[in-house]
């Protein structure tokens, strides 16, 4: 589909407004986009196809192919996030005390989208502090990345923690809503105003929780290196997973599923299951197993009407 439109302007979707979308030229222009026919499927980080309607509006002919797709997948809805993303930072804080499901979950879902993601854990200037790391162990020793932030207290450490590690990437943020998602974005963007505009900026007059999903470039000259900031997540389904593909999508439970004694082995009550036995001998967090349940559950669970 794409192809009969290639001749027209590659544009990079930026952000989202209902049902049209920001989209921003090759020349780094901002121009208000609109879908052709009904249906908007675009998401930030999508490449477009698109033609220009007027001085600053234009017409999204065509999405060019994805290379990833976060999203989730309640019953019902599918939720975007961002398309085309080099890594997944999910911000985590002290406080508000984080879900482990939720954290879990998104893990699974950037898996499965062959996203690479670090945990970062934010406001280690309270006294919480011990408590989440101890949390968060699990995930250190199945080999994730846990960066450790006091984007508010310490921000010039952050910044040296983050810069290298963010650096000719774009990065998707992504946790629950007060963790120091925007707190990042203006710590590192300091025109990170200036690049949403002055309809978003009315859009969000009186309130600091962030309510789209929004590109921001860190270099706006060389465009290489981006942020996308997104609104705090309360659910997050995963009706997109295959029940069978879940516990391969969990590193530390993947690394013992092929020590059981059924190729088809759902790891909760069969015998000679080398998942449940590393669980006994403590290789495998009770958290993250009791979280594995629960979402296998509700993959496998009849579909409500
Ligand atoms: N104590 C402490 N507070 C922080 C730190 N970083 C951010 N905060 C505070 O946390 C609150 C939420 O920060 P935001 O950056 O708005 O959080 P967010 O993740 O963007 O929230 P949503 O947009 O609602 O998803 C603000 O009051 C920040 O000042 C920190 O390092 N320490
Ligand atoms: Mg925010
Ligand atoms: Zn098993």
């Known amino acids: 589909m794409a192809a009969k439109f290639g001749n027209l302007d590659l544009g990079l979707i930026v952000r989202g407004h209902g049902r049209h979308y920001i989209v921003e030229d090759s020349d780094g222009r901002r121009f208000v986009g609109h879908p052709r026919g009904k249906k908007s499927d675009c998401v930030v980080g999508d490449q477009v196809r698109w033609a220009p309607s007027g001085s600053d509006e234009g017409v999204i002919e065509a999405v060019e192919p994805r290379r990833n797709l976060l999203y989730r997948q309640d019953e019902w809805k599918t939720k975007s996030f961002a ?111 200036a690049q949403v505009g002055d309809i978003s900026v009315a859009l969000n007059s009186g309130r600091h929780t962030t309510t789209t999903t929004q590109w921001y470039w860190m270099d706006v000259d060389t465009r290489e290196t981006a942020l996308i900031d997104s609104p705090g997540f309360q659910e997050f389904g995963l009706h997109q997973i295959d029940p069978q593909q879940l516990p391969l999508l969990m590193p530390d439970l993947r690394a013992h599923a092929d020590h059981c004694k059924f190729y088809n082995c759902t790891h909760r009550h069969e015998p000679g299951c080398g998942v449940r036995e590393a669980l006994e001998q403590g290789l495998i967090s009770p958290s993250r197993y009791r979280i594995y349940g629960e979402i296998l559950e509700q993959l496998t669970a009849p579909k409500r009407w």
Do not use: H
């Open 83 to 193: 398309a085309n993303i080099d890594q997944l930072l999910v911000l985590v804080a002290v406080e508000p005390v984080f879900s482990e499901s939720q954290l879990c979950r998104a893990l699974i879902a950037a898996e499965q989208a062959g996203i690479a993601t670090t945990i970062a854990l934010n406001k280690t200037d309270l006294p919480g502090t011990e408590a989440a790391r101890e949390r968060l162990a699990p995930y250190r020793a199945m080999g994730m990345n846990v960066m450790e932030l006091a984007l508010k207290a310490d921000p010039a450490g952050s910044r040296a923690l983050l810069q290298p590690w963010l650096n000719a990437k774009r990065t998707l943020v992504l946790g629950p809503s007060g963790t120091g998602k925007s707190t990042l974005i203006n710590l590192l963007i300091p025109d990170a105003k």
